[in-house]
């Protein structure tokens, strides 16, 4: 099980018919640790990142993201080293661009 990230200038699936769904920015390598790294967040209480769902493709906005770019320090902090600490660093390049790209989504691509 992985997960994987695309950047998207605007929500997938809203082009015209016919137009291809090309993302400003992917990123395939860190599928199996950033699904490590996500696992043992709460729904609840984990806010936007706790919301991904590891089995489906979740979309987050601009803003989501840039709430999303504050939870991911302490996640980081407490991956120090491994796959899940790249995948996290990963991420958090990811959530930057998004919030930082106006009309933009981030989609987590679940296995």
């Not at 016919?18 to 709460?42: C, F, M, N």
């Not at 939870?71 to 120090?80: D, F, S």
């Not at 996290?88 to 989609?107: F, W």
């Amino acid at each position: 099980m992985g997960i994987e990230l695309e950047l998207h200038a605007e929500r997938p699936g809203r082009r015209k018919k016919g137009a291809p769904d090309t993302p400003l920015r992917a990123s395939y390598k860190h599928g199996e640790g950033l699904a490590s790294a996500l696992s043992g967040l709460d729904l609840h209480h984990s806010g936007v990142l706790g919301r991904v769902d590891p089995y489906r493709d979740t979309a987050i906005n601009e803003q989501e993201a840039e709430l999303a770019g504050r939870q991911i320090v302490a996640l980081i902090e407490r991956c120090p080293t491994g796959p899940e600490r790249a995948a996290l660093l990963d991420l958090a390049a990811m959530l930057e661009a998004c919030a930082t790209t106006p009309g933009s989504y981030l989609v987590f691509i679940g296995d």
